[in-house]
């Protein structure tokens, strides 16, 4: 063994312990868009092996920063950890599909959320039927507040070779995603910040709004549909377009949330909530 090799190992050791927090800060960032069940252990040990080999495998002379070349590296060591944990089902998939488009519809004819029941009879099933579909995706599927629908592990992490033009849309899209759950309706906002982003049970959520599980999960379901009508009249009109709000009150009350959705910002501010690298900027 030369003399160089420990100095150069200590270097290695260095590298890592300077960018364990990186590993933390994309392990929350995970955390926040999957299914509580997702154990936060094993990603973190999946996310530092991967650090380590990143460590190992660094050449500075390739002019590639650090904390970029390792996020790549424990973005796919995280996917690969979630990947193990997505078994659903296409056709669990397909039901959820289905009992979202129920809802969606049942709450633009009732202009209110649907019941259990209500989302049953629509879809000629029972309600056993609809809880027992909503846990099987609560436990096989990784959710995308980005998409706010059913998706794939795959889904969840973007390609880490985004080109300039892709990483700008990519953090304007993230900007107004975090407006949009800003602009949320009070109760709305407190289920989707603590479900997605406190990682909080439902039954402490429940508690704290003084209602069941089965009404939080309802008002999880109606925050999800608004953030993803709310995102696409902003930034996918033609999408949105597909889907026009009928009349009355109900729909008055989405396109003021859209103008909130707005108003909470410009493309300057949106853009300042994540850094160069697309990741969340931490507040102080």
């Keep these: 063994m030369s003399a160089e090799t420990p100095a150069i190992e200590r270097r290695g050791e260095d590298i890592v312990r300077a960018n364990m927090p990186l590993v933390g800060h994309l392990v929350r960032e995970m955390l926040a868009r999957v299914p509580s069940h997702v154990n936060r252990d094993d990603l973190l040990s999946a996310g530092y092996a991967a650090l380590v080999a990143a460590a190992r495998g660094f050449d500075p002379e390739r002019g590639v920063p650090f904390p970029r070349f390792a996020a790549a590296r424990v973005r796919g060591a995280l996917l690969d950890e979630l990947r193990g944990l997505d078994w659903a089902s296409r056709s669990v998939r397909q039901r959820a599909r289905r009992a979202d488009s129920a809802r969606e519809e049942l709450m633009a004819e009732l202009g209110r959320t649907p019941t259990v ?78 479900y997605f982003y406190g990682e909080r049970p439902m039954a402490q959520i429940a508690a704290e709004l003084g209602v069941s599980e089965s009404r939080v999960s309802q008002l999880r379901a109606e925050a999800l549909l608004l953030l993803r009508d709310g995102l696409n009249t902003h930034l996918d009109p033609a999408l949105a377009a597909e889907n026009p709000p009928k009349e009355g009150c109900v729909a008055r009350r989405r396109a003021a949330y859209y103008d909130k959705i707005a108003s909470r910002g410009t493309l300057r501010t949106r853009l300042a909530l994540t850094g160069p690298d697309g990741l969340p900027v931490v507040a102080a």
Excluded at 145 to 171: S, W
């Design 117 to 194: 029941q209500e989302v049953a009879d629509k879809l000629g099933c029972t309600v056993e039927d609809i809880e027992h579909g909503e846990g099987d995706v609560h436990r096989a599927t990784v959710f995308s507040l980005q998409g706010f629908a059913t998706a794939t592990a795959d889904d969840i992490v973007t390609e880490p070779g985004l080109g300039p033009e892709e990483m700008l849309l990519r953090r304007e899209r993230f900007g107004y995603l975090r407006h949009a759950v800003d602009a949320l309706p009070e109760r709305l906002r407190v289920v989707v910040e603590g």
